[in-house]
T-cell receptor, first 114, second 113 residues
Framework: ETGVTQSPTHLIKTRGQQVTLRCSSQ?????VSWYQQALGQGPQFIFQ???????GRGNFPPRFSGLQFPNYSSELNVNALELDDSALYLC?????????????FGPGTRLTVT | AQSVTQLDSQVPVFEEAPVELRCNYS??????LFWYVQYPNQGLQLLLK??????LVKGINGFEAEFNKSQTSFHLRKPSVHISDTAEYFC???????????FGQGTRLTINP
C-alpha cells in the first residue's frame, strides 16, 4: 500500500510568483485535504477536495486554489506569493468525506518565498 | 469555533523518565481528538485517536492518552521515554461530520540522556 506522496520536497520562489504543489493520495482514498504549517506553528486547514469538488475551506484568501483529478491526486496553487506564504504545506488523504478522522499525512513540501 | 491549547511549548525530560504533554480544547459540539507526532523535517504521523468508548486510548510507541470531558482535556502520557521520542507533538480536534482538523501550537519534547 502506497502512502501519501508530495512533490516537490523543497521549493524556493520569489514574491509575486505563482507555485503549484502536488499530492498523490493513499490508495483507496478519494478525499484530499491541504494544510499550511508556518514555522513553529500547528498546521492550519486550507481546504478539502472530494470527488474533484472543493468540500470545505479554511480562512485563506482566493489566491490559494486547488484541483483534484479523477485519480484523486490533487494540486495546490498559490498566486501572487507573499513572504508569509513561506511554510511547510501538508497534504492528507482520507477514505471519504465522512471519514475525515482517518487523515493520513504526506511528508510535506517546504516552500520558501524570498 | 473550536480551539486547542497545548499548555507547554517545550518539555525537557531525562531518558526513561515519564512524561505528560497537556492538551485542552474548546468546543460547543462533540469532537474527535487526536495526537500527532512530527519528527524533524517530516510530515505528521498519527499517534492515537479518541472517537468514542473507553476514555483511555492506547497508541503507537507506548503512548496513551485520557479523554476527560468535564475538564475538556486530552493529555498524552508515556511511562518511560526514549531518545527516539524527541519530536514535536500536536494535539488536534475534529468536529464530528466536519472536514478540518484544528491543531494546537505543538509541544517540543526533548529527551536528555
Amino acid at each position: 500500500e502506497t502512502g501519501v506522496t508530495q512533490s516537490p520536497t523543497h521549493l524556493i520562489k520569489t514574491r509575486g510568483q505563482q507555485v503549484t504543489l502536488r499530492c498523490s493520495s493513499q490508495s483507496g482514498h478519494n478525499t484530499v485535504s491541504w494544510y499550511q504549517q508556518a514555522l513553529g506553528q500547528g498546521p492550519q486547514f486550507i481546504f478539502q477536495y472530494y470527488r474533484e469538488e472543493e468540500n470545505g475551506r479554511g480562512n485563506f484568501p482566493p489566491r490559494f486554489s486547488g484541483l483534484q483529478f479523477p485519480n484523486y491526486s490533487s494540486e495546490l496553487n498559490v498566486n501572487a506569493l507573499e513572504l508569509d506564504d513561506s511554510a511547510l504545506y501538508l497534504c492528507a488523504s482520507s477514505p471519504g468525506t465522512g471519514s475525515s478522522y482517518e487523515q493520513y499525512f504526506g511528508p510535506g513540501t517546504r516552500l520558501t518565498v524570498t | 469555533a473550536q480551539s486547542v491549547t497545548q499548555l507547554d511549548s517545550q518539555v525537557p525530560v531525562f531518558e526513561e523518565a515519564p512524561v505528560e504533554l497537556r492538551c485542552n480544547y474548546s468546543s460547543s459540539v462533540s469532537v474527535y481528538l487526536f495526537w500527532y507526532v512530527q519528527y524533524p523535517n517530516q510530515g505528521l504521523q498519527l499517534l492515537l485517536k479518541y472517537l468514542s468508548g473507553s476514555t483511555l486510548v492506547k497508541g503507537i510507541n507506548g503512548f496513551e492518552a485520557e479523554f476527560n470531558k468535564s475538564q475538556t482535556s486530552f493529555h498524552l502520557r508515556k511511562p518511560s521515554v526514549h531518545i527516539s521520542d524527541t519530536a514535536e507533538y500536536f494535539c488536534a480536534v475534529l468536529v464530528q461530520g466536519a472536514q478540518k482538523l484544528v491543531f494546537g501550537q505543538g509541544t517540543r519534547l526533548t529527551i536528555n540522556p
